[in-house]
T-cell receptor
Framework: DSGVTQTPKHLITATGQRVTLRCSPR?????VYWYQQSLDQGLQFLIQ???????AKGNILERFSAQQFPDLHSELNLSSLELGDSALYFC??????????????FGPGTRLTVL | DQQVKQNSPSLSVQEGRISILNCDYT??????FLWYKKYPAEGPTFLIS?????DKNEDGRFTVFLNKSAKHLSLHIVPSQPGDSAVYFC???????????????FGKGTKLSVIP
C-alpha cells in the first residue's frame, strides 16, 4: 500500500460528459502528479500541483483541468469526453523537499471508460 | 519523440535465473532514474532508483546499473521468482528543475514472465 488513494476505481460514462477523479496524497507529501496511461503506452505526465499551486504541465488537453485543495487532495476534471480519453489515470505524490532522491509513489489508478 | 525507450516489450526467464531489463534514454538532462513494477489492476510500485553520480545501486535481489556515456540503464533481478512477473517501467527525470517539478518520463514498459 503506497498510501496514495484514488477514487473511484472504475468509471464508465458517455461521450460529451464530464467526470471528476479524486486523489489523496501520502501523509506529508506536498506534490501531486497526474499521469495518463492509454492502451500499451507508458505513463504520460499530465500536470503537477505543489502545495495548492500548479507547478508543471505536460501533455494535458485543454478539456482537462486539475486543482489541489488546502487539505492537499487533488481532483482531475475531464470534460467533453471523447472515446480516446478512455485510459487509466494515475495519481502520484512526493514530498518535493528538493532532495535528488525525491520519489513519487503511485495510487491504484482510476480506469475511465468512455462509451 | 520517445525520450525513454524500453525496446523489449516482453521477457521470459526461468525461475532462479537472472532477469535483465534494459532501458535507453536520449535526454542529456536526465540524471535520476527509477524503476517501477506494475501488477495488473494496481498502480506502479517504486522498486529502485539511481542517481547519475553512481553507476550501480543494489537493493536485495535488485540491482540497477547506469552507463551514462551510453545513456543506458539496466535492472538485474537475481534470482528471479514467479512473484516478479509484472510489467517493469523505467522512468527518468532531471535531478533538479528550477520550477521545482520532478515530473517523470516513462518508457512503455517490459512485461516480465518468470516461469516456474
Amino acid at each position: 500500500d503506497s498510501g496514495v488513494t484514488q477514487t473511484p476505481k472504475h468509471l464508465i460514462t458517455a461521450t460529451g460528459q464530464r467526470v471528476t477523479l479524486r486523489c489523496s496524497p501520502r501523509s506529508g507529501d506536498l506534490s501531486v502528479y497526474w499521469y495518463q496511461q492509454s492502451l500499451d503506452q507508458g505513463l504520460q505526465f499530465l500536470i503537477q500541483y505543489y502545495n495548492g499551486e500548479e507547478r508543471a504541465k505536460g501533455n494535458i488537453l485543454e478539456r482537462f483541468s486539475a486543482q489541489q485543495f488546502p487539505d492537499l487532495h487533488s481532483e482531475l476534471n475531464l470534460s467533453s469526453l471523447e472515446l480516446g480519453d478512455s485510459a487509466l489515470y494515475f495519481c502520484a505524490s512526493s514530498a518535493s523537499t528538493g532532495l535528488v532522491s525525491d520519489t513519487q509513489y503511485f495510487g491504484p489508478g482510476t480506469r475511465l471508460t468512455v462509451l | 519523440d520517445q525520450q525513454v525507450k524500453q525496446n523489449s516489450p516482453s521477457l521470459s526467464v526461468q525461475e532462479g535465473r537472472i532477469s535483465i531489463l534494459n532501458c535507453d534514454y536520449t535526454n542529456s538532462m536526465f540524471d535520476y532514474f527509477l524503476w517501477y513494477k506494475k501488477y495488473p489492476a494496481e498502480g506502479p510500485t517504486f522498486l529502485i532508483s539511481i542517481s547519475s553520480i553512481k553507476d550501480k545501486n543494489e537493493d536485495g535481489r535488485f540491482t540497477v546499473f547506469l552507463n551514462k556515456s551510453a545513456k543506458h540503464l539496466s535492472l538485474h533481478i537475481v534470482p528471479s521468482q514467479p512473484g516478479d512477473s509484472a510489467v517493469y517501467f523505467c522512468a527518468a527525470r532531471p535531478s533538479y528543475s528550477g520550477a521545482g517539478s520532478y515530473q517523470l518520463t516513462f518508457g512503455k514498459g517490459t512485461k516480465l514472465s518468470v516461469i516456474p
